[in-house]
């Protein structure tokens, strides 16, 4: 698994600095956006049934903070208030292989 070395904001993006020397840009609101959070994808019962999931505006939506979670994710504040959502090392490697 790669793990983050460098996280910084810069301008709308966080950047990240990988262990493998990959880099990663990605924009605050496609984090938002992306939050894995069941606030935002909402959850599944043993039946398949989503419940929850609420699609938000993410326009102007900014990371504030984050702290690291264990040694495999990444828990980023936002500005809209939201700070639930735990982005694994490997979800956050998938999401900058997304378009903008």
């Given at each position: 698994?790669?793990?983050?070395?460098?996280?910084?904001?810069?301008?709308?993006?966080?950047?990240?600095?990988?262990?493998?020397?990959?880099?990663?840009?990605?924009?605050?609101?496609?984090?938002?956006?992306?939050?894995?959070?069941?606030?935002?994808?909402?959850?599944?019962?043993?039946?398949?049934?989503?419940?929850?999931?609420?699609?938000?505006?993410?326009?102007?939506?900014?990371?504030?903070?984050?702290?690291s979670?264990?040694n495999?994710?990444?828990?980023?504040?936002?500005?809209?208030?939201?700070?639930?959502?735990?982005?694994?090392?490997?979800?956050?490697?998938?999401?900058?292989?997304?378009?903008?």
């Amino acid at each position: 698994m790669h793990t983050p070395r460098n996280l910084q904001s810069i301008g709308d993006e966080i950047a990240i600095a990988w262990s493998d020397g990959a880099e990663s840009f990605l924009r605050h609101d496609l984090l938002r956006r992306a939050s894995p959070s069941a606030e935002t994808q909402g959850e599944r019962d043993v039946f398949g049934n989503q419940y929850g999931g609420q699609a938000r505006p993410t326009a102007g939506v900014r990371v504030t903070g984050w702290e690291s979670v264990g040694n495999y994710a990444i828990r980023f504040d936002f500005s809209d208030g939201h700070r639930t959502g735990l982005f694994t090392f490997d979800y956050l490697r998938k999401l900058s292989d997304l378009p903008p």
